[in-house]
């Protein structure tokens, strides 16, 4: 079973930026994709951005260009860089990693905008 604790969360004001990282309980080479999702009140859970290993980024349009994922393996953890951000950014953000046929859920940061 795959750990994911996040953390970087917390209040900011439009436009400006925060990070949040993902630690991972074992070796995030054995992880097929790492990514993050954010679910805001009254909304269902989204895809911000997911990294597959050895493949491409892929990012929702609403985010493309202020966010940025990566993943730092000697660290086991996955990084997620939000620039410019908007009011409407504001949600609980979950790491997510999928190894084989499961899926594993962190257990979410909040994100906060201030307009």
């Known amino acids: 079973q795959v750990r994911l604790v996040e953390s970087g969360g917390g209040l900011v004001q439009a436009g400006g930026s925060l990070r949040l990282s993902c630690a991972a309980s074992?070796?995030?080479?054995?992880?097929?994709?790492m990514g993050w999702y954010r679910q805001a009140p009254g909304l269902q859970r989204e895809l911000v951005a997911r990294?597959?290993?050895?493949?491409?980024?892929n990012y929702a349009d609403s985010v493309k260009g202020r966010f940025t994922i990566s993943r730092d393996n000697a660290k086991n953890t996955v990084y997620l860089q939000m620039n410019s951000l908007k009011p409407e950014d504001t949600a609980v953000y979950y790491c997510?990693?999928?190894?084989?046929?499961?899926?594993?859920w962190g257990q979410g940061t909040q994100v906060t905008v201030s307009s």
């Open positions: 997510y990693a999928k190894k084989g046929w499961y899926d594993y």
């Open positions: 074992e070796s995030i080479f054995s992880i097929n994709t």
């Open positions: 990294i597959p290993i050895g493949g491409t980024t």
